[in-house]
């Protein structure tokens, strides 16, 4: 059984760093992509970032250079280091993967398994 339990969360200001874990379950963490999603208030749930099967890493334009996307085959742990953080990243974020060998990030509904998500929130 597939599961994705995120942790990390939490309160951050503006310019502030937060690291969000994901342990998965049910399948072997470095054969599949796995990444992330948000779903802001009153926005639509949206693509992150993930990382490939092959360890290629991929971000939304709106996190390029700011988020870290990285994964310990070893612990089953999926990580996103997000530092120089915006009031607009306020989001509870999602792990996610469908057991492929890539996520599209653009279009949310595609993806199969989702974790139950963790709250970010950033305000001065």
């Known amino acids: 059984q597939v599961q994705l339990v995120e942790s990390g969360g939490g309160f951050s200001q503006p310019g502030g760093s937060l690291r969000l874990s994901c342990g998965v379950s049910?399948?072997?963490?470095?054969?599949?992509?796995v990444g992330w999603f948000r779903q802001g208030p009153g926005k639509e749930r949206e693509g992150v970032s993930y990382?490939?099967?092959?360890?290629?890493?991929y971000y939304a334009d709106s996190v390029k250079g700011r988020f870290t996307i990285s994964r310990d085959n070893a612990k089953d742990t999926l990580y996103l280091q997000m530092d120089s953080l915006k009031p607009e990243d306020t989001a509870v974020y999602y792990c996610?993967?469908?057991?492929?060998?890539?996520?599209?990030?653009?279009?949310?509904?595609?993806?199969?398994?989702w974790g139950k998500g963790t709250l970010v929130t950033v305000s001065s």
């Open positions: 049910g399948f072997t963490l470095g054969y599949y992509a």
């Open positions: 996610a993967t469908d057991l492929g060998s890539r996520i599209d990030l653009g279009n949310w509904r595609r993806v199969d398994y």
């Open positions: 990382i490939s099967r092959d360890g290629t890493t």
